[in-house]
């Protein structure tokens, strides 16, 4: 019989056990925010008297259906049908008994993340103006197989019980091979966030294609020609019978247009979340200030989901109203487990990098949707947020 080499394919977490790796994640990347910011204010979880528990109990349960609606799934326009079955999906796939135990941990005051993310590739078939990505990246070997990214989902976000990974690069759809192994192992419980340009195949999650403004200015920012195909792919794959949801990151460049932007795709999208673009560097002259141009673009965005169509935009209003200013210190990054090319593990979050001495994204003026949204549908954020 033929010996069986021994695979040599390890990471430092592969033997940790659920409680091991809970605690290690969030203080490496606790850790991060506290040597980043000194402002940054670390959710502290405090026993609490029967009375207390009694009612901070009643307070999740009202909550609750906000945290809910950050998971992703529900159709834009859903009809009870599909409210239906995505109940039944959530609990076939035990989502509700993952988002439970996850609760669980956090009366016990035990911090585990429910999301992950994973940058399944080190390579980039655009130079987006705006992109973090580009900034961090390190022009390494390792890249992982197929099945070596099987390994790395069954030691990390299997083990923590993660709700929904998001999938991202570089640009994901240059290794479907990969996205394929996601949706055979995070089945209904995996997105993929794509620059559109090359075509999507399907999938057991959502697709969420980068929309940066209207035509002209999608292209100055993503490059020559990039919309025409993005859009062309999208309607490809929703004709054949696929949904695809978008993302808008705002930036100085496009805020203009995000309402130009709403209507064109209110039609061929599922639902759209809008996020602020965060600089890595002082002034940069891609971010949009706090202030009187920022709040008007909110206001817009929220008249618009209030007076044209109330399910397309996926942010809730507690979301927008963090957004307008800096929520970054309180950022609850210990929620989302985030990996890179080679299933390390990134600080301070899905925008850093595996390496302590990179460039790291500015807290105070974090645009991100994942982090803010989470924040915001977290259980009553007064209480277990200090300030
Ligand atoms: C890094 S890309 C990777 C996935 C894919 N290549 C794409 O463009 O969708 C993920 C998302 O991050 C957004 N993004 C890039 N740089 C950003 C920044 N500095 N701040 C906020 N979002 C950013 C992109 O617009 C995109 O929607
Ligand atoms: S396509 Fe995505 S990863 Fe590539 S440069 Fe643009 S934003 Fe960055
Ligand atoms: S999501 Fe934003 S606030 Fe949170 S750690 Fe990353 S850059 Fe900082």
């Known amino acids: 019989m033929a010996l069986q080499t021994p695979d040599p394919f390890q990471r430092e977490y592969f033997g940790w056990s659920e409680e091991e790796f809970a605690q290690r994640f969030v203080e490496k990347v606790s850790g991060g925010r506290l040597r980043q910011n000194e402002a940054y204010i670390d959710l502290k979880l405090e026993r609490k008297s029967s009375g207390q528990k009694v009612k901070a109990a009643y307070q999740d349960v009202v909550n609750l259906p906000r945290l809910v609606k950050t998971l992703p799934g529900l159709a834009a326009n ?7 079955k995505s109940v039944s ?16 941990k956090l009366r016990e005051g035990v911090k585990t993340p429910l999301f992950g993310s994973a940058d399944i590739v080190n390579v980039c078939n655009l130079k987006c103006v705006h992109c973090y990505w580009w900034t961090t ?11 070596q990214w099987r390994t790395v989902i069954q030691n990390s976000y299997k083990k923590m019980r993660i709700a929904n990974v998001t999938v991202v690069g570089g640009e994901p759809m240059l290794r479907k091979d990969v996205v394929k192994v996601f949706s055979e192992e995070m089945k209904n419980r995996m997105s993929v966030v794509t620059n559109g340009t090359h075509p999507m195949i399907p999938i057991n999650g959502l697709y969420f294609v980068s929309v940066d403004g209207t035509e ?17 792919n999208v309607k490809n794959f929703v004709d054949t019978g696929g949904r695809v949801d978008a993302n808008m990151t705002l930036n100085t460049l496009n805020y203009k247009t995000v309402i130009d932007v709403l209507r064109e795709w209110d039609d061929i999208a599922g639902r759209i979340s809008i996020q602020f673009h965060t600089p890595f560097i002082d002034d940069d002259p891609l971010w949009l200030p706090f202030g009187e141009e ?8 929220m008249e618009y989901s209030s007076n044209e169509n109330k399910h397309f935009v996926i ?6 109203e963090l957004m307008r200013g800096n929520w970054g210190y309180k950022c609850p990054n210990w929620m989302i487990l985030p990996l890179d090319y080679r299933g390390n593990i990134k600080m301070p979050c899905c925008m850093g ?10 807290c105070d003026k974090c645009g991100l949707a994942p982090y803010s949204g989470v924040l915001a549908g977290l ?3 007064e209480q277990i947020i200090g300030n």
């Open 78 to 84: 859903p009809t009870p049908a599909d409210y239906l």
């Open 89 to 104: 999906n959530f609990v076939r796939d035990n989502r509700g008994g993952d988002l439970f135990h996850w609760w669980r």
């Open 137 to 147: 990246r390190e022009p390494t070997a390792g890249e992982l197989t197929p099945e």
């Open 216 to 232: 002209e200015t999608h292209n100055r920012i993503r490059g020559p020609n990039t919309y025409a195909r993005m859009k062309t």
């Open 294 to 301: 920022r709040n008007k673009t909110i206001d817009s965005i």
């Open 315 to 320: 942010n809730s209003k507690e979301q927008f």
């Open 353 to 362: 990098s595996a390496n302590k001495d990179a460039l790291q994204p500015q």
């Open 379 to 381: 259980f009553p954020i």
